[in-house]
């Protein structure tokens, strides 16, 4: 496969499902971003990913249990910078991410 026909692969804006999953995942990213600024600054790195589901469900997976009890009393304002940016979040998980052992 040429290197430009890859490119086209991986461009974000051709229709498609690697296009959407594309899109999909730099959404995840940003909304991953949005939220770890709204922590303090040394809770930042709690949040390994985020995502919103169709249901309106903000799902935020941390690496740990103890980071899990900590973004659980954080939801509220999860939920408020999620709303502020745009997102229609109406609920709050907070999920650990499995470990790769």
């Known amino acids: 496969m040429s290197t430009k026909k890859l490119g086209d692969l991986l461009n974000p804006n051709n229709v498609g499902d690697l296009g959407d999953l594309i899109k999909r995942a730099r959404k995840m990213g940003e909304l991953t971003q949005i939220l770890s600024r709204a922590l303090p600054e040394a809770d930042r790195a709690a949040i390994v990913a985020a995502n919103v589901r169709e249901d309106?469900?903000?799902?935020?997976?941390?690496?740990?249990?103890?980071?899990?009890?900590?973004?659980?009393?954080?939801?509220?304002?999860?939920?408020?910078?999620?709303?502020?940016?745009?997102?229609?979040?109406?609920?709050?998980?907070?999920?650990?991410?499995?470990?790769?052992?």
């Open 56 to 101: 309106g469900e903000l799902v935020i997976i941390c690496a740990s249990s103890a980071w899990a009890s900590r973004l659980r009393y954080e939801a509220d304002m999860l939920l408020r910078t999620a709303r502020d940016a745009g997102i229609a979040a109406k609920t709050c998980k907070v999920r650990v991410t499995q470990s790769q052992a």
